[in-house]
């Protein structure tokens, strides 16, 4: 049975994308077949955090209007052959999408894949309501910081309120990944703490994904990091957050801080250079 | 076309409720006016424009004959009083009378008003409070609005959201967004949470944001209700 899952968050910049592309390809590579679709309509970036924007034709747009046939939009990872992508356009705005049109694509997509994983863009307006409307489950993407815990708190409230599964009194599973966590700065408190987190969000905690520069590259060469990079950290936790999502019991350890100080300075000091 | 249709605007029927005051002469009449008149010279505008309902069932049956009640009614209108109902008396005493279209008042629940105007002016007193039971976290921008009574939350109230209750408001959890009680009930109400965190808390109007309160409570489980004029903040246990 397939299954729509949104990656959303209300805040931009928390990792949404990354996180959309990177689970997306973990769980194509556990042997589902997965399509990323991009809702940013305006503000596309997920063709080239997965390495795809030279391949773009059609998008989202052209076949929730009819211009274009799903299988002409739909662009086939050239590394996992499971793993396709949906992207926006760069053209158009928001209110090009609608509900009517959204929900067919929705459906059809469902027909061809195991996981349709719904990447939103920031905000809490139309582009962000379309994304989560047809969600049977949400994945909220929170960086450990104030701002960002209040605006997934939003979004979770919208998530209750404003999805079809919702408005049926359906459940609808939301579970909370935190993202550019920076073991060294919650060691020495002014970072908030996975368990504040937690506590305020009141939902399951799905992966923590340390602050790396291994994302950054593998965002910048346009491939997944979970392909990219198969060792580090961050694939590591999004490949066991996609292995959680397949119902797997994998328990959840926090990054630790490993290095001494002196290599934690200089180390910062090249990653800002 | 074959059916002739006119586009006639259509016709909008709503209900309203109004605060009337209620008017109940007594007999004899001459000295239940001369007390009216002498309130009316104490009090300026006790009437003002507000609509009258004139309660009738003191008057006499039968011997002082149907003249009682209309002499009643002319003497209201005669001091300028907006009578719009009757109550308490046979609309048959009235028929044929410039009176007789007035309609009889037999709804609505009387209050007794006090003092002049101002206290006229006041709303109703609420009903008895029910209550409103949430039980889920209640998110960054979402609003509880409750006016009949009291709310209580199981679960955290979250910063950015708002719980605005008629009565008193109860968090089984932490209050971090706004907590407005007593809009209804006033003074009386209060709130009380597990831990408190909130940005702002009201009663009745008066409100405190978190700086007017010091960190020894912050966290804490809380009372928080009004003492005249001041908010007082409390740790419970």
Known sequence: MSRVMVVTSGKGGVGKTTSSASLGAALAQAGQTVVVVDFDVGLRNLDLVMGAERRVVYDLVNVVQGDAKLPQALIRDKRIDTLSLLPASQTRDKDALTEEGVGRVIDD???????????????IDKGATLAMRFADLAVVVTNPEVSSVRDSDRIIGMLDSKTRRAERGEKLEKHLLLTRYDAARAARGDMMKVEDVLEILAIPLLGIIAESPDVLTASNVGCPI??????????RAYTEAA?????????????MERRGLMSRLFGRKAVVA | MSVETLA???ILIRGRSVMALVVAPEWPLEEWLAALDQQMRRTAGLFGHRPVVAHLGAAPEGGAGPE???DALDALAAR????IGVDGVDPARLAGTRWARLPTIAQG????????PAAAARPQPPPPPSSLLVDRPVRSGQAIVFEHGDVTIIGPVASGAEVIAGGSIHVYG????RAIAGVMTGGEARIFCRKMEAELVAVDGLYRMAEHWGPDLHGRAVQIRRDQKTLLLSALI
């Open chain 1, 109 to 123: 997509l469902r027909e061809k894949f195991d996981w349709i994983v719904c990447d939103s863009p920031a905000g």
């Open chain 1, 226 to 235: 979970t392909l990219h990079n198969p060792a580090s950290a961050a694939a």
């Open chain 1, 243 to 255: 292995r959680r999502l397949l119902g797997e019991t994998i328990a959840i350890t926090a990054p």
């Open chain 2, 8 to 10: 006639l605007p259509t």
């Open chain 2, 68 to 70: 009682s009640v209309l």
């Open chain 2, 80 to 83: 300028d009083l907006r009578v």
């Open chain 2, 109 to 116: 629940r009387e209050t007794v008003l006090q003092g002049g």
């Open chain 2, 174 to 177: 932490a209050l971090r967004g």
